[in-house]
């Protein structure tokens, strides 16, 4: 009896922990329905219903996971309030679809259906997804300098197996980074630049990023060293320090930077040196990892920085055109006319997205019965010019 007791609860015990292994899978995601409204301004319905979908999201987040966003938040600011919802709060939209929308009097309203993912975006694929694709699936190249019992040098560079950026690149693939492959990098990258990239040139750096076609180069050093044979072993304590950053290829702007030290200890010095920069090399990382993921959450989720320089134009167009983008182009919430000479001006914006978003909108669009034509343009610089 008593063994057919405990085959009872052993049994119990089993089914139970299949129910719960079954049940996490569906903790994962939430499919949350929500509404969102916006008021509709100057009859552009297009930016009401972004307005409306950002509006649903939010509640859709807060719903999923139970944030409690304070009155005295709320009132601060905008960007505070991103902050709070898509930053900080443990539950993040890894897709949305519209469901139901419709305009009432001068509201815009939708209804969405969204899949809330949980746990931190850094640990959330899905949702690193999403914001990989906001970001417009940027690409990052890892360049990095290794010094290992020597000197290094272009020729080691190519020759060698690089451990520290061999395991930069398997961490950002892990996360779903797109990266350009290391061969390709030897391949193109120029020389004289790659060794000014190691030593700290962050516009060396940004020069072979944009050659390449990357929007992010991680650009540093590594290196090894064996010290004196641990006492009473034949063991040898291994060193290794890696120092990179991440730098912006359109600005030279560092988005990120991390070092870190690790010690392994072994018989063979080329080996040890090889684990202690592998050691290292992880810990950067995931370290460097997670402060991108922070920077481009602020990229997409609150305010950014983008500036136009206007070819053509005299004061009084550089004052309706200040009007035209507060009140005709979505997402702008501030505009500042920072130098205005002769024919050309230079302005500083406030947005939500980036001057890409900005451009695409622009040359959709009539200013004074002129179009926009865009004459060159980057991820946060604009330049344009009026044709009749």
């Known amino acids: 009896m008593r063994y057919r007791g405990k085959r009872k609860l052993?049994?119990?015990?089993?089914?139970?922990?299949?129910?719960?292994?079954?049940?996490?899978p569906m903790l994962a995601a939430k499919s949350v329905n929500s509404k969102g409204a916006a008021v509709i301004t100057g009859e552009d319905i297009a930016q009401a219903r972004d307005q409306a979908i950002n509006d649903a999201v939010r509640k859709a987040v807060e719903m999923a996971v139970g944030s409690q966003i304070q009155t005295e938040s709320?009132?601060?600011?905008?960007?505070?309030?991103?902050?709070?919802?898509?930053?900080k709060s443990s539950g993040y939209v890894s897709n949305y679809k519209v469901i139901e929308e419709k305009r009432e009097s001068n509201l815009y309203w939708v209804t969405i259906s969204a899949e809330v993912s949980e746990g931190q975006l850094k640990d959330d694929l899905a949702g690193l997804g999403l914001l990989m694709s906001k970001k417009k699936m940027p690409r990052i190249m890892v360049l990095v300098g290794e010094q290992n019992m020597g000197f290094?040098?272009?020729?080691?560079?190519?020759?060698?197996?690089?451990?520290?950026?061999t395991v930069l690149i398997e961490k950002l693939r892990e996360r779903d980074f797109k990266v350009v492959d290391s061969n390709t990098v030897k391949r193109q990258a120029d020389k004289d630049a790659a060794l000014k990239a190691f030593e700290g040139d962050d516009k060396a750096a940004a020069v072979i990023a944009r050659k390449l076609g990357a929007e992010v180069i991680i650009a540093g050093n590594a290196v090894a060293e064996a010290g004196d044979t641990i006492a009473g072993s034949n063991m040898h304590s291994c060193n290794a320090d890696v120092s990179v950053r991440a730098i912006r290829a359109d600005t030279g702007e560092i988005i990120a930077t991390a070092s870190k030290h690790a010690v392994k200890p072994h018989i063979s010095t080329q080996s040890g040196n090889n684990e202690a920069l592998r050691a290292a090399a992880e810990e950067v990382a995931n370290e460097l990892i997670d402060q991108i993921i922070e920077r481009w959450q602020q990229d997409v989720y609150q305010t950014?920085?983008?500036?136009?320089?206007i070819v053509s134009a005299d004061a009084a167009e550089?004052?309706?055109?200040?009007?035209?983008?507060?009140?005709?182009?979505?997402g702008v919430s501030a505009v500042y006319i920072r130098d205005l000479s002769g024919q050309s001006a230079t302005l500083d914006l406030e947005l939500k997205g980036d001057a890409e978003d900005l451009g695409a909108q622009l040359v959709r669009k009539k200013f004074k019965d002129k179009t926009i034509s865009i004459v060159e343009q980057s991820l946060n610089k604009l330049s344009i010019r009026f044709d009749k």
């Open 10 to 24: 052993c049994l119990l015990v089993l089914v139970f922990g299949l129910m719960v292994w079954m049940h996490v």
């Open 74 to 87: 709320l009132m601060k600011n905008y960007e505070l309030l991103e902050e709070q919802i898509y930053s």
């Open 304 to 309: 950014n920085a983008a500036s136009i320089f």
């Open 152 to 165: 290094y040098s272009w020729n080691v560079y190519w020759n060698s197996i690089n451990q520290s950026e």
């Open 318 to 330: 550089v004052q309706d055109f200040k009007e035209f983008l507060l009140t005709q182009v979505r």
